[in-house]
């Protein structure tokens, strides 16, 4: 069964940081790319960042260019966002997501249950 397990939201100030992370199991992770959306509040699903399945290539939607990064580690089947200069913009829901190739993204086929970011004063 696949599975994937976010943690690591909560509440930050503005400028703050924060790092989510993802747990996965019952798949070959290093196998895929993985990618990360969020979910404002009354919006739909924005896709954040992806990365291929070794690390080696990475991409940002525009606006979080400069401050998230997105890695992971194969050996702890585990991916992360790191995310920095948060915004209250920024406030949402983060899932994670496997994609269904090694190598390109914007096709997801499994969603973690997703971990809550509110970005306030």
């Known amino acids: 069964e696949v599975q994937l397990v976010e943690s690591g939201g909560g509440l930050v100030q503005p400028g703050g940081s924060l790092r989510l992370s993802c747990a996965v199991s019952?798949?070959?992770?290093?196998?895929?790319?993985m990618s990360w959306v969020r979910q404002a509040p009354g919006k739909g699903l924005e896709w954040v960042s992806a990365?291929?399945?070794?690390?080696?290539?990475?991409s940002y939607a525009e606006s979080m260019k400069g401050r998230f990064t997105i890695s992971r580690d194969n050996a702890k089947n585990t991916l992360y966002l790191q995310m920095n200069s948060l915004k209250s913009e920024d406030t949402a829901v983060y899932y994670c997501?496997?994609?269904?190739?090694?190598?390109?993204?914007?096709?997801?086929?499994?969603w973690g249950q997703g971990t809550q970011v509110t970005v306030s004063s």
């Open positions: 019952g798949f070959t992770f290093d196998d895929y790319a």
């Open positions: 997501a496997k994609d269904r190739h090694a190598s390109s993204w914007y096709d997801s086929d499994y």
């Open positions: 990365i291929n399945w070794n690390g080696g290539s990475t």
